[in-house]
């Protein structure tokens, strides 16, 4: 019995959807993540200057982002929501700790 010819470019459209899919997810989250911690408040600016300034600081002092990590670990687990376990912004730091926000971070819930 002869073998069923593969459809690559079926299979490359359907890919390509997923990818559309997961990156609209993506953008989604990203936008839920701002709200939930209250930097939709803060004019756009000031927002993407505070993530602009995360970004080189995570360049310059790696353990930068170890911290964020936690602040918002504690966050999604809701001790920092009641400040229990959440650590002041430290000098350079954006107040917001949203600067660990990755691909994979639900946001109000949402998973990858």
Do not use: Y
Request: overall charge positive; proline content about 5%; aromatic content about 4%.
């Amino acid at each position: 019995m002869a073998r069923k010819p593969r459809d690559f470019d079926a299979e490359l459209q359907a890919l390509m959807e997923r990818a559309r899919k997961l990156k609209n997810q993506k953008t989604v989250q990203l936008g839920e993540l701002v709200q939930v911690t209250g930097a939709d408040a803060l004019p756009v600016e000031a927002l993407a200057g505070a993530l602009l300034a995360a970004v080189e600081q995570s360049k310059k002092q790696p353990e930068a982002v170890a911290r964020w990590t936690e602040r918002g670990a504690a966050f999604f687990r809701g001790d920092a929501k009641r400040g229990k376990g959440a650590k002041g912004a430290g000098a350079g730091e954006p107040a917001s700790g949203a600067g660990s926000a990755g691909p994979g971070t639900p946001a109000a819930g949402g998973g990858a």
